[in-house]
């Protein structure tokens, strides 16, 4: 009474769709937004909002890949390579949160550890001894260390004090700005700079470009490699196989003698690691100085990416890759038509609630679970079933 | 065998051609009839796993069938929730009992029910409405005392007083024997016959057979989901009755040997635990289990037997008192520990530790082994030998899956058992700790688990078998303890002769073994306790 389906594909659609149907409500909003107050008539009115609207998504969904000279379609190089280097920093904090997530840990800390992350590696960026090739790697980690060791404190407290890693994680995350921000001002400071940055790296810790006219950096093949390799510990390794059974069922994985917590302390460290690279990467890549006034933002970007990959760190490199790609688009548009690229937001967050909400299109899978039952049942029986 | 349309009396509920299909692809119910005539007990027959239960929680508004059609009182129902079911006078006391244990049984009877305008209920009238509506039907309850004072049978009295102030008139009582001594089996059936003589009706769900016969009028078989028939209960023999639940003959005998006792493996000495709320658990429990041997543990449900079990397994520490393996007293005693000295560990609550329902069948047999060769080398698993181990288990073992890559959540209650029995049964241990091994589980899954546990003692591995099934502990230990309030209250030898009803004794307090007798089983002496307080 055992039946073949495939949840998984059921994902797949439900992901497919809900994309689709935020993208046809960004396209509703410019559509009406854009229909002028001004129009001759009714369907003038409509005539030119839609106009706008096509114009405008145009640019949103091909302006990262395609440039147009006259009608002629050229490849957007220039687009294309930031949508690349704008990606490595999600991916990462993407990774770092499935690492949590898959555990069923809900550390949000990944925002105080890049950040952190990013502050000592500007230290050692600026003044550790300028040895090529060895310079950038003693940077990415001085920013692994101080990462993971962020996420010690909510992963101690947990342990030893059953404090809510949720809250705890939470608090370190507004910790590591100001404190960071203290750092970066009292001793690096580029007191020649107008606005609030260190003082400019070594040319030794740059990362090496992969295209150096729009500044292609490697962060994007780190970030690619960590995807697999992360993949390759979670699913092929007994450390990753503690890992997933204990998200699972924790309950379970202490019966069968697993040391649990040991092992939830192992995953926050794991994570604060990967995390501690995110923003460190953009920085001595694309960047020459750390100048961050505030918390890029990342580390959420991060849980949200985790949470549509499902924690599969192949599918958080396609999430990643995905939001770039929609960000840069909406930039694009929003240089070339009046159109806010805020927008954006409104459609990642029909997207993460649609794909979130259990209910979304479960009523589908429940039909065509009993629409599957039967058949099997009318197989088994012989028997004609209504 | 069906005859639908034969009724002499009138129906008070009629369900027809309802589908169940849960959403992990199970079908519970298919194409299922049933029809229950105004005042008749019921009985609804099936094996674990046939979809009584979920049957019922469809007629009471907790599933929600897939399709088909309920006529209560001759009229078309939609039964949305409990809340529509109770209105409609429709009571259910389900499996596992739904009381607050903090509570006092009248205010368990009359929680969230609305006190009649104007006046909220003062203590002594909530005592009275209970009291009445329990005598009214001969169920007298202690209603001043809290739930968790109570004993099992009491508990199911409240619940069904439950149903009966809110004005019931068909009662589901989903397994109701199951958590019974034979002595208040017998109550319960007197109070049944009461409230069907008062003009309630009754659907009684069960597997056992001598039960159907005493208590129902007619019963409904069903089998894997689908009714086999619906029959008088004076017309059918039990043999009929089983051929009907099981699809053949069941030959239920297992044939075993004399046992050949080995040294002693597992010894617990004077055992205490003090639970969070300051209640003594277990009082000075002692006893051993030899290699070759099967030690049965009776005993109404919590008395004790899920902390002792805990404990032994290394899930939780005592107040006091030692657990020694091989002679060897173990001081850091863990889950770890526990396994690497050679126990393994069938839980009882199987869906909260025994399984992790979203991970496959391979990772849920290597789960306490995954470390070791050939599952992995150098921390790098081994996923060709994983499949191909857990395929030779799937064949041993029976499990009826298509896959070994198949998440456990999509397996029967039975299959999902015999996951962990299978994991637990390879472990190469020199003692088993088998909690409620069978519960829940279709006949012939648990058929081939007694004779398991029967084959693994054989094999010189010692047995500790706590069990609620009185009939399966008589049949498979070699020697039993009946605990009581967390104490040894009983042991006997020789299992030979020995009766459920002489057990019942034991497990209800009635007797008591003399000290003398329990010599070197129940060790409580002053400075024991004296030690608790403290
Ligand atoms: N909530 C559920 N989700 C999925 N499967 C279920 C659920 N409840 C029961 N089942 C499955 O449905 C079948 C029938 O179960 P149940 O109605 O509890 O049987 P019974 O009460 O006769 O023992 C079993 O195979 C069981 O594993
Ligand atoms: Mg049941």
């Known amino acids: 009474m055992k039946l073949k389906f495939r949840i998984d594909t059921f994902q797949l659609y439900r992901t497919g769709i809900a994309i689709g149907i935020a993208l046809l409500l960004g396209y509703i909003i410019i559509f009406f937004s854009k229909i ?40 957007n190089e220039r687009g294309a390579i930031q949508w690349l280097n704008e990606s490595v920093p999600i991916i990462i904090t993407g990774l770092a949160v499935s690492i949590v997530f898959s555990a069923k840990q809900f550390n949000i800390g990944a925002e105080g550890q890049l950040f952190m992350g990013a502050v000592a590696a ?6 550790f001894p300028a040895i090529p090739v060895l310079h950038p790697i003693v940077v990415i980690l001085t920013a692994m260390v101080t ?81 697999v390799v992360i993949w390759w510990i979670l699913r092929r390794t007994t450390w990753g196989y503690q890992v997933r059974l204990i998200g699972d069922n924790i309950n379970f994985a202490q019966y069968s003698g697993i040391a649990t917590q040991s092992v939830v302390f192992q995953v926050q460290v794991a ?10 990467l953009e920085m001595i890549g694309y960047y020459d100085r750390f100048l961050w006034l505030f918390s890029p933002g990342y580390g959420w970007d991060g849980i949200i990416i985790a949470t549509l990959a499902r924690n599969n760190p192949l599918f958080v490199l396609v999430a990643a890759l995905f939001f770039s790609y929609i960000r840069v688009g909406a930039k694009i548009m929003g240089r070339n038509t009046d159109i806010a690229p805020e927008i954006v937001s409104i459609l990642q967050a029909a997207i993460i609630l649609l794909v979130t909400a259990e209910a979304f299109l479960s009523g589908l899978k429940q039909r065509s679970i009993e629409k599957r039952a039967r058949k099997v049942e009318e197989a088994l029986t012989g028997r004609e079933v209504k | 065998m069906k005859e639908m349309h034969s009724d002499t009396g009138v129906s008070i509920l009629e369900m027809r051609d309802i589908w169940k299909v849960y959403p992990n692809g199970v079908i519970a119910n298919a194409n299922v009839d049933i029809q229950v005539r105004k005042g008749e007990i019921h009985a609804l027959l099936g094996e674990n796993g046939a979809g009584k239960t979920t049957l019922m929680k469809i007629l009471f508004g907790f599933e929600h069938p897939s399709s088909g059609k309920i006529l209560y009182d001759g009229k078309e129902v939609a039964i949305a929730s409990p809340h529509k079911a109770i209105a409609m006078g429709i009571g259910m006391v389900h499996q596992h009992f739904m009381l607050v244990p903090s509570l006092t049984v009248a205010e368990n009877v009359l929680l969230g029910m609305e006190p009649k305008k104007g006046l909220s209920v003062g203590m002594a009238k909530a005592f009275e409405i209970v009291r009445q509506a329990g005598n009214q039907y001969g169920l007298s309850v202690p209603v001043e005392k809290k739930i968790e004072d109570i004993s099992v049978g009491m508990r199911q009295r409240v619940e069904i007083i439950k149903t009966l102030v809110r004005g019931a008139n068909l009662i589901i009582l989903d397994e109701p024997t199951a958590v019974l001594t034979p002595q208040e089996t017998v109550e319960l059936f007197k109070a049944l016959r009461i409230l069907v003589d008062r003009g309630k009706t009754v659907i009684f769900i069960t597997h056992k057979l001598n039960e159907v016969k005493q208590i129902a009028d007619r019963i409904t078989v069903l089998r894997k989901g689908h009714v086999v028939g619906t029959a008088e209960v004076k017309d059918m023999t039990q043999v009929e009755m089983s051929r009907m639940m099981v699809g053949r003959d069941v030959e239920m005998v297992i044939e075993k040997k004399p046992a050949v006792v080995g040294p002693e493996l597992l010894c617990v000495k004077k055992l205490h635990y003090v639970r969070e709320d300051k209640v003594a658990v277990l009082n000075g429990v002692s006893f051993s289990v ?27 520490s005592p107040s006091k008192g030692d657990i020694a393996v091989n002679e060897k007293v173990m001081r850091r005693l863990n889950p770890k520990t526990a396994r690497k000295s050679g126990m393994s560990h069938i839980p009882s609550d199987r869906m909260v530790r025994g399984v992790a329902l979203e991970s496959t069948v391979e990772e849920n047999v290597i789960s306490d082994r995954y470390f070791k060769k050939p599952f992995s080398a150098y921390g790098i698993q081994s996923p060709r030998k994983i499949t191909r181990f857990t395929k ?5 073992f029976d499990i009826r899956v298509d896959s070994s890559k198949r998440s456990v959540k999509m397996l029967s209650g039975g299959n999902i058992q015999k996951v962990v029995v299978a994991r637990e049964f390879t472990a190469g241990a020199k003692i088993i700790i088998a909690d409620q091994p069978t519960r829940g589980i279709d006949v012939g899954a648990s058929d081939f688990i007694r004779r398991q546990l029967v084959e693994e003692r054989d094999q010189g591995v010692g047995v500790l078998l706590i069990s609620a099934d009185l009939t399966e502990l008589l049949e498979v230990s070699d020697r039993i303890l009946v605990l009581y309030r967390g104490e040894v209250v009983a042991h006997f030898d020789e299992v030979e002769g020995l009766t459920e009803e002489t057990l019942g004794e034991y497990m209800l307090g009635i007797k008591r073994m003399s000290e003398d007798d329990l010599k070197g089983y129940s ?8 030690g608790m307080e403290r």
């Open chain 1, 36 to 75: 002028p107050s001004d129009a001759a008539s009714l369907w003038e009115g409509v005539r030119a909002g839609f106009d706008n609207a096509n114009e405008a998504f145009k640019w949103f969904l091909l302006g990262p890949i395609v440039r147009w000279r006259g009608n002629e379609m050229l490849f």
């Open chain 2, 523 to 530: 060790q409580e002496t002053a400075t024991d306790k004296e």
């Open chain 2, 290 to 316: 030899r290699a070759g041997e099967i030690l049965g543990i009776a005993g109404v449900e919590g008395n004790g037997q899920t902390e002792l079990v805990q404990i032994i397994t290394g899930l939780l």
């Open chain 1, 271 to 280: 994570s604060g690691a990967v995390a501690g690279m995110a923003g460190t």
């Open chain 1, 122 to 127: 500007t230290f050692v960026a600026v003044h």
């Open chain 2, 392 to 396: 030779g288990l799937i064949d041993q």
């Open chain 1, 147 to 227: 990462g993971a060791l962020w996420a010690v404190v909510p992963a101690l407290m947990k342990a030893k004090l059953k404090a809510s890693e949720l809250v705890s994680s939470l608090m370190m995350n507004y910790v590591a700005l100001y404190m960071g921000l203290f750092l970066i001002k009292t001793f690096i400071r580029d007191t020649k700079a107008g606005s609030l940055v260190s003082l400019p790296f070594a040319a030794t810790a740059q990362l090496p470009f992969i295209n150096e006219r729009y500044r292609l950096h490697i962060g994007i093949v780190i970030a690619v490699v960590s995807a």
